[in-house]
């Protein structure tokens, strides 16, 4: 479900070129064939870089999409009845479910119109090298281990490439730069000369994806095609340059920008979807002597799993409203010619991008399993989305190496903090002397958000703080810097995840404020948001107790108001998943339909697979002639 639409320009400003795409979310449309169009504009013209239809499927998604009834895009069923179980759930709501629908896609209007329709770029070794006398650059992979690979529609269907290279002038280095490069004939579909490109094989999902690699050899390109928004070589082989050196990071913050909106988080908000309906669907045990069976959501321990994942679902979702409105300031300075907020929104897209990859994937798995031996089935539809998903925490930077990057912007500002300098807004905590200890006197005091935020930014501040005395004291001590920098990266990498964590929830306890009129709608986030901040606590008790700012008694009190307001989100858990407004076909999971027949649903797409369509040749060609020999006996 796309809650986020970037403006064409934006990503095309960010390097000079516009890269637009047409193609459609395939869990979000209605599985027939749709081609898909990847455009580049470079100085006004278009070129066709791909071509994809949904018939490149592999043959396992192909039958689950043959599987979906063809409802109309957005039905909300498909003309059964509604289980009972989940049709209560729904009558209870204590809020307008339409109304927070509208607050997710960001208006009534937004929720409409959607019903209606590499990570160390100076270590890259490829060159370009610019030749004067023919007004053209040479890219050159000069070894195995430069060659591009995992690029999607580059294995089979990319004609034109966008090519990050090392400018080389007159013998000396200018940094990374992009340049447009026909990889492929136009005619005949082949290998461009010099071009070596192909598929780099089976994957653990994506098999519809022709990810690629590609080398090249003397690859002459002309001049105008480096893209020279900010950087430019001239016809002499001067270099012109404008704004920062990071510039070349954007195109990446841009992505994961988007990709956290429209791919990552909706992910999760699926799984949690199906996982609650059918929590309230299957029935097992008793938990009152004599009574019927319990719904599995009704179990403390199943609430346990499920409805943290919630919480983070929607912790996540004003996260990236908040990282939106950054990255659209960010860029309205940059194309403004000023730089001054790059590394800030580069550190904290890099954080966030981190924090939600790691906690949906690890949600999805989490909401998989809460569903028995049926969420080990395709037809779940949730072992697909934890593929999908958990590639996420590689792609677009590895979150090992962007932890580190944003420890070393905090490493950065915490010294310009010691130093009296001004901080950028994200990380002005760092200015604070002392954190004295947590004010909480009662178990109700930890459901004011000034108390759990407080918290939070405590235990960011004193992680990154013991890992740059580590770092200090290394290097006082004749270390050399690359080496201390490794031998504290452990606990640089714990900073910044810290440090993300506190900027979700202080951003989720910020979006509080903005429903103070709508009394039933503020109730409901504020309690997802207190779920959200105390599971944390929950599962770090020893980040915040280990320097005496929780006492034992308090982080007990936390606790304990945790678990009460697992029965408390309990009661709205239905209402909550449904606000996501997936339809069935976005889901194409039977357990998750909005009908909640998910029984029924099961029994009927299994016996359409095709195994079930033709003759066992396996009776005939085994079985029958061992029966046959041992007729007898049996």
């Given at each position: 479900?796309?809650r986020?639409?970037m ?5 095309g ?24 169009l990847d455009?580049?504009?470079?100085s006004?013209?278009?070129?066709v870089?791909s071509?994809?239809?949904s018939?490149d ?5 192909a039958?689950?999409?043959a599987?979906?009834?063809k409802?109309?895009?957005f039905s909300k ?7 009972p ?5 729904r009558?209870t709501?204590?809020f307008s479910?339409e109304r927070?629908t ?5 208006g009534a ?13 100076r270590g890259?070794?490829t ?5 004067a006398a ?9 070894t195995?281990s430069?060659m ?6 580059l294995g089979?269907t990319?004609?034109h490439a966008v090519?990050?290279?090392?400018l ?5 280095q ?19 000369p010099g071009?070596t490109?192909g ?6 999902n994506f098999e519809?994806?022709?990810n690629g690699?590609l ?11 480096m893209?020279a ?7 002499d ?7 920062s050196e990071k510039?070349n990071?954007l ?5 994961r920008?988007?990709?956290l ?7 999760l ?6 996982a ?8 097992q045990s008793e938990?009152?002597?004599?009574d019927?069976?319990?719904?599995i ?6 609430q346990?799993?499920?409805l943290?994942?919630?919480a983070?679902a929607y912790?996540?979702h ?11 300031r ?15 929104l ?17 949600g999805v ?9 049926h969420?080990?089935?395709?037809l779940s ?5 934890y ?6 925490c ?6 090992t190496?962007l ?19 001004p901080?950028?807004s ?12 947590c004010?909480a006197?009662?178990k ?15 235990r960011?501040?004193r ?5 740059a ?5 290394l290097?006082e001590?004749g270390t050399?810097p690359?080496?201390?920098?490794n031998?504290?990266?452990i ?8 440090h993300?964590h ?7 306890a910020?979006?509080?404020?903005k429903f ?6 503020q109730?409901?986030l504020k309690h997802?948001?207190d779920?959200?901040?105390?599971h944390?606590i929950f599962?770090?008790s020893?980040d ?6 929780l006492?034992?008694e308090?982080?007990?009190?936390a606790t304990?108001?945790y678990?009460d307001l697992l029965?408390?989100?309990?009661r ?6 449904d ?6 076909t976005?889901?194409n999971?039977a357990l ?10 099961l029994y ?5 697979s095709?195994?079930?369509?033709k003759?066992?040749p ?8 061992l029966f046959r020999?041992?007729l007898?006996?049996l």
């Open positions: 479900m796309c986020y639409k403006e064409d320009d934006q990503l400003q960010a390097v000079g070129v516009v890269i637009l795409t047409t193609r459609v979310d395939r869990e979000i449309r209605n599985r027939t064939v749709m081609p898909t455009f580049v504009a470079f006004g013209y278009f070129l870089i071509w994809w239809s018939q499927y592999d043959e396992e998604n039958f689950r999409m599987l979906q009834e409802n109309p895009i069923s498909t003309g059964r009845g509604v289980n179980d989940l049709d209560i759930e009558r709501s204590s479910v927070l509208n607050i997710l896609d960001g209007e937004n929720t409409r119109i959607r019903r209606a329709v590499g990570t160390y770029l890259l070794e060159t370009a090298t610019f030749d023919t007004q053209e650059f040479v890219l050159n992979t000069p195995i430069a591009k690979w995992w690029p999607g529609d089979r990319a004609t090519v990050f290279a090392r080389l002038l007159r013998g000396q200018f940094g990374m730069h992009p340049f447009i490069v026909q990889i492929r004939s136009l005619r005949d579909h082949s290998p461009a071009v490109v598929d780099i094989g089976p994957k653990m519809n994806i022709d690699f080398m090249m050899k003397n690859v002459r390109v002309p001049r105008e095609n893209l928004r900010f950087s430019q070589v001239l016809p082989g001067r270099y012109v340059k404008q704004g510039i990071y195109t990446m913050i841009v992505v920008v988007n990709m909106a429209n791919e990552v988080v909706p992910s908000m699926k799984a949690c979807t199906i609650i309906r059918y929590s309230v669907v299957r029935r938990l009152k002597p004599g019927p069976e319990a719904k959501l009704d179990y403390q321990t199943q346990q799993k499920l943290p994942q919630l983070t912790a996540l004003f996260t990236c409203d908040y990282v939106q409105e950054i990255f659209n960010g860029y309205t300075e940059i194309k403004e010619g000023k730089f001054d907020l790059l590394p800030e580069h550190a904290l897209a890099a954080g966030i991008k981190v924090i939600a990859t790691d906690y949906s994937s690890a798995e989490v909401c998989r399993r809460a569903c028995g031996g969420g080990y089935s395709l539809g949730l072992p697909s989305l593929t999908k998903l958990v590639a996420s590689t792609y677009e930077g590895e979150n190496v932890l580190l990057q944003t420890a070393r912007f905090l490493i950065k500002c915490l010294e310009m903090a010691q130093k009296g300098q901080l950028p994200s990380v002005a905590y760092l200015s604070s002397q002392a954190f004295g200890k004010e006197r009662e109700r005091d930890f459901l004011r958000p000034d108390v759990y935020t407080e918290a939070y930014r405590h960011a501040f992680v990154l703080r013991c890992a005395a580590k770092l200090q004291s290097v001590s050399a690359y080496e201390a920098w031998s504290c990266s606990q640089l990498a714990q900073a910044a995840m810290a993300s506190y900027i979700v929830v202080e951003t989720f910020k979006a509080l404020k103070e009129r709508e009394t039933a709608i109730r409901i997802l948001c779920l959200f901040a105390l944390g599962v770090n020893g915040f107790v280990q320097d005496g700012y006492s034992a308090q982080a007990d009190m304990e108001l678990l029965a408390v989100v309990r709205d858990a239905v209402p909550l998943v606000a996501f407004d997936f339809s069935d976005d889901l999971s998750g339909s909005y009908d909640g027949q998910a029984y029924e649903r009927e797409w299994a016996k359409k095709p195994t079930n369509q003759e066992n396996v009776f005939e060609k085994y079985l029958k002639p020999n041992a007898s006996k």
